[in-house]
């Protein structure tokens, strides 16, 4: 199968959206709330409407905007939970049936292969107002919503490196900026990344990662710099190891550098040149218990008014129409969608992902091993 390739230029978004992972759970309910959660689930044997999503400052930043709002306006407990992505974890909720959640935020090609296995509930439409409400086919789905748009990007501390690294060459070349790096352990931006330091133009990127040849020089390339790599999994660790300076740089997602900088006061610079973007959605899970409340939290969660509160806490772009033309302009200069942070940055190919990522996650496995 073969879906739109994201394509985000100057504002204009067009897309397909879906992630790997271990989860925590918390809860957004207020104390009264959690009281009466736990006597009706005690009660009938049914569940409180479960949310998870990416953790860190960022779900922090949708318990106040969406969450909690969400409470108070239905009267309901919600809990949420977080995980660092990944179709496997999603598949085997589903398919042992009845899963624990109800509504979960998908990286894009998990969007794509869920709905193809019939893993998602259809997406009502009508609930959300129609889908000229959003960034045209960037958050439009017939089992997804778009929630944000986010880049992957090089992150460095501006207190430490004066003179930044500019691009992923200067991220490989560790006599210029000497130092430990830091990288998503797998081979989603890993490669694509390796292929940018090795000089390959970013609009000759997928075409070339998409050759036996291509996938070898990515990996010849990977192998440059492997005695300087550190490997994250979660969101929070790239800054984290930057802050405590075991990295001099790391690859990281651009809503974490700028949350980290406002909430710690951290000067940690993005690197927009060679970024690549995406889009993550709202999902329902196959046979979720609380399907009708899952899609009122959507809706709820997508309505202008309240998403564009989310540039404050973290900066993602936002698929309403509406929502993205109301950020104030200071923030507007830190989101993925401006049109200066776009200018050199590259859509993710969610096609090559759907199509390559098992192949590629074995053979990175592999070399990880050596």
């Keep these: ?30 104390a009264p709330a959690a009281a009466s959660a736990a006597s009706a689930t005690g009660a009938s044997g049914s569940r409180d409407l479960t949310v998870a999503s990416w953790g860190g400052n960022y779900q922090d930043a ?40 109800d509504v979960v935020q998908v990286e894009a090609e998990d969007l794509a292969r ?24 960037a958050a439009v789905s017939d089992c997804g919503v778009g929630a944000i748009v986010w880049s992957t990007a090089i992150a460095y501390d501006g207190n430490k490196l004066k003179d930044g690294p500019k691009s992923w060459a200067d991220f490989w070349d560790v006599k210029k900026f000497p130092g430990k790096r830091a990288l998503r352990k797998g081979p989603k ?17 997928y075409e070339v990662l998409s050759t036996p040849e291509g996938v070898d020089r990515a990996f010849k390339k990977l192998d440059t710099l492997k005695p300087n790599l550190i ?58 218990a609380n399907k009708d409340a899952g899609m009122d939290f959507i809706a709820f969660s997508s309505l202008p008014e309240h998403q564009v509160k989310l540039p404050e806490y973290v900066a993602y772009g936002l698929p309403n129409k ?14 993925p969608t ?25 053979r990175f496995n592999a070399w990880l091993a050596q």
């Design 1 to 30: 199968m073969k879906l739109a390739r994201i394509a985000l230029m100057m504002g204009t978004l067009t897309v397909v959206a879906c992630s790997n992972g271990t989860s925590s759970s918390s809860s957004a309910t207020s």
């Design 62 to 101: 949708q318990r106040k905007i969406y969450f909690k709002p969400f409470i108070d306006k239905t009267g309901k407990p919600l809990l949420d939970e977080s995980y660092d992505g990944g179709y496997g974890v999603l598949q085997a909720k589903v398919q042992a049936g009845s899963p624990n959640w």
């Design 114 to 137: 869920g709905c193809t296995d019939g893993i998602f509930e259809k997406i009502d439409w009508n609930k959300l107002g129609g889908k000229d409400k959003f960034l045209d086919a």
């Design 189 to 205: 931006y890993t490669l694509e990344f390796a292929l940018l330091a090795d000089g390959v133009p970013k609009d000759k990127l």
């Design 231 to 288: 490997w994250w999994e979660a969101g929070a660790q790239p800054l984290q190891l930057l802050a405590s300076g075991e990295v001099s740089m790391a690859s990281a997602y651009n809503g974490r550098i700028t949350g980290i900088n406002r909430s710690e006061g951290k000067n940690f610079k993005v690197v927009w040149p060679g970024s690549i973007y995406a889009v993550d959605s709202w999902v329902i899970l196959k046979d979720a």
């Design 322 to 335: 509406q929502a993205a033309s109301e950020v104030p302009a200071n923030l507007a200069a830190d989101l």
């Design 338 to 362: 401006t049109a200066a942070n776009m200018q050199d940055a590259i859509p993710l190919d969610v096609d090559f992902w759907v199509d390559h990522s098992e192949d590629l996650t074995k």
